[in-house]
């Protein structure tokens, strides 16, 4: 009496393992198709050309860039120019926005997307400055025996032009200073000559005004004492591996920032006027100020 | 504390003076104790800053980054410049002397020798060259430095060295003193009064215990008076109460057995004396009864009826005179003693002297009035004359003597006689002791109650020549002269 009972209860216990594994096997290839499906994120590389901890700036330029490019942006920070340039080379990242030496040190590998346009033009300049209290210092030649404060050994405005400028004085840096300081950052070369850790620093001209703009407390225990020639603005560059295709969106979207609202309030924050396309020959400066120096800075392609 | 203050104030003043104490006592260990506290912190928290700072500068200066060296040795210090387990200024020397990095740029100056550390900076280089792991310290003018090597992989790469200054302390102690300050003064406030209120309560029992007593001394055998309501109080002070209260009634019965004894004292001493004055009353009476027939008889004369007429208006007034003193004795009235109290009871005694031949010489410095009351005085003068009546040998001289002093009146009785022995004299005041066959035995000791209720004393002095009853009684309750 009882068999048949068992083999119907047998029965609907294979039914139901039967439908699990189905499920399951459903589940299991949405998952690998969204997987599929789901675009690589745009990696971009941000360096210290840009005053990058604006409130907000980098959250909110990252969901501009994603809603216009369709596909996730990550945002990758190293501490010096160095690393970003080494990551851009390697196809590690897509795109960065890096400085006009390591730009012009290797301008065979990087496709130009970008030049900001800092006050009309797509120039910038390298500031000397001193403490603010500090009233004799004219230029780099009343600077013999100080404590110098340097951004970082990529950087144009602070390193490259100080020491061609120091160059062009007849002078070599690590006789003339007392002793030569890497902050890592526009705005630390600000902070230690404030401070008085160094007694005078060189720095990108655009980052100073910015600050000056938006935290004068800082700016204002300084003084500019010299301000450089012109040089191009730092670029948006892409990777040689970045796709044709990548590269053209992301340079159409960053031209055409300035032309919609939340990119025009973007651009506000960097106080930056919009992007351009310049002519490369913006960077030659640049360029004859890495050929002078050759022989002195150990450069790699 | 002050002796002669009153249980009331001495008290709640005791409990708030320890009150007081208490709490100075409990914020100087407080004290104390926060002061430890802060020499143990700021030890700690000087030994773990640079420690921190010596592993963190390691990995700095391993790879030549002045800039997050300068970082990492600031941040300890930034926007905490008051702090006091801070150190002055923070500086990294090399092995020459030399900044590396330092807190304090203005003071210590990159890449130039230390020379803010002074004289001392050589101090500090030596020991740092002998120090491998464990910070070295250096004690010089109002500083005390943490000198410490700082290495990577057991190579020496700087020496860090903290300066404190030796007074950074003093505003924390300040501000612990002012803490507790004002946490004692809190304290002190609110312990106080209620010391204050403490005493106060447990005063008023025994202020209440002082007032009953004082109440029963006065008012003595008044039964409602000696209600108190201390005597339902639980403990030693109810229990002491009761006990005084017992005390004073037996005490006020006591009295009122000694009033009855001395009135039948004075009756007793007015029956020895009975016989005499009858015999004083009866002599003039004889006198006067001759005086009537001699008148009866020749009384058409002239003169013999005025010389009868005389006598008899002698010998009425001595019996009138001795009627008048023997009312007093009778009937005591409230007045105060005069001269004349003492001729009445020379009077009163005439009979009893000159039964026995004696000589009653009196010797009176001359006073006038006094405030003492005439009846117990009286008495008492009278029960030492009988005794001295009593003790004189036959046709002997009693000399009694009065003097008055500015603020006592001194009674002197002495007779004759054999002197009263020396056992017997200590037990003489006590009642029934008397030696008198005559007496009741209770004649010296009423005296003495008297005089002592009267704020005097009795004292004796017994020779082989002279027995002397010296009484001597102020003018003044009040005042101890005697």
Known sequence: MWRPRASGRSGHARLCAGIFCALFILYSASRAASADQAPRPLSFGITAVFPVDQENFLSDWKRYLETRLGRPVQFVRRKSYAEITDMLLSGQLDAAWICSFPYVLNRQQFRLLATPVFHGEPYYRSYLIVSADDHKTRGYRDLKGKVFAYVEPRSNTGYLYPRYRLHQLGLDDRQFFRDTVFTWAHANVIRAVAEKMADAGALDGYIWEVIRHRQPALAIRTRVVARSDKFGFPPIVASASTSEETAGKLKKILLEMHLDPDGKRLLDKLDLDRMILPSPSIYDSVEAMVGTLAGKLALRP | ?482
Not at chain 2, 353 to 371: C, N, P, S, V
Not at chain 2, 441 to 461: E, N
Request: glycine content about 6%; hydrophobic content about 40%; overall charge negative.
């Open chain 2, 1 to 482: 504390m002050i002796p002669h203050l009153s249980f009331r104030y001495r008290i709640p003043i005791n409990l708030a003076a320890a009150a007081l104490g208490t709490a100075l006592l409990i914020s100087g260990f407080v004290l104390w104790h926060d002061i430890q506290s802060i020499h143990h912190d700021a030890d700690f928290a000087a030994n773990q800053l640079g420690l921190l700072l010596a592993n963190t500068l390691a990995k700095d200066l391993a790879i030549d980054d002045q800039w997050q060296a300068y970082l990492d040795l600031t941040a300890p210090f930034r926007d905490n410049r008051e702090n006091w387990l801070l150190p002055a200024f923070a500086v990294v020397i090399d092995g020459s002397g030399k900044t590396l990095v330092s807190s304090d740029p203005k003071r210590f100056p990159l890449a130039l020798s230390a020379t803010a550390l002074k004289a001392y900076l050589p101090s500090i280089l030596d020991m740092a060259a002998h120090t491998i792991r464990q910070p070295a310290y250096l004690e010089r003018d109002h500083f005390h430095f943490h000198i410490r090597p700082i290495s990577s992989n057991s190579q020496f790469l700087a020496t860090l060295v903290l300066g404190f200054e030796d007074d950074r302390l003093w505003p924390r102690y300040l501000l612990s003193i002012q803490q507790i300050a004002i946490g004692t003064a809190v304290s002190i406030l609110l312990l106080l009064p209620l010391g204050w209120w403490l005493g106060r309560r447990l005063a008023r029992p025994l202020t209440e215990l002082q007032q009953c007593v004082t109440r029963w001394a006065d008012q003595s055998g008044d039964k409602e008076a000696t209600q108190c309501a201390v005597e339902n109080h639980h403990g030693e002070l109810g229990l002491l109460a009761r006990r005084i209260q017992q005390v004073s009634q037996q005490l006020s019965e006591r009295k009122q057995i000694e009033k009855q004894l001395a009135h039948t004292e004075r009756q007793a001493a007015l029956g020895r004396l009975a016989a005499g004055i009858a015999h004083e009353i009866n002599n003039p009476l004889g006198g006067m009864l001759t005086a009537i027939a001699i008148n009866k008889r020749h009384g058409h004369d002239p003169t013999v009826a005025k010389d009868t007429i005389d006598l008899i208006e002698r010998g009425l007034q001595q019996i009138r005179g001795i009627v008048a003193a023997l009312l007093v004795e009778v009937k005591p009235e409230e007045r105060t003693l005069e001269p004349k109290d003492v001729q009445d009871i020379a009077r009163l005694l005439g009979t009893k002297l000159r039964g026995k031949g004696l000589h009653l010489a009196i010797e009176d410095t001359g006073w006038e009035h006094t405030q003492l009351p005439a009846g117990p005085v009286r008495q008492v003068l009278l029960n030492l004359l009988l005794n001295a009546i009593q003790a004189s040998p036959e046709n002997t001289r009693i000399h009694l003597s009065l003097q008055a002093d500015t603020d006592q009146l001194v009674v002197r009785i002495s007779n004759t006689g054999p002197p009263i022995p020396a056992e017997q004299q200590q037990r003489l005041f006590e009642p029934l002791v008397g030696n008198n066959p005559d007496g009741n035995g209770l004649g010296l000791w009423i005296s003495d109650q008297i005089v002592h209720r009267l704020g005097g004393k009795i004292q004796l002095y017994s020779t082989t020549e002279h027995t002397v009853f010296e009484v001597c009684i102020p003018w003044e309750k009040s005042n101890e002269s005697c």
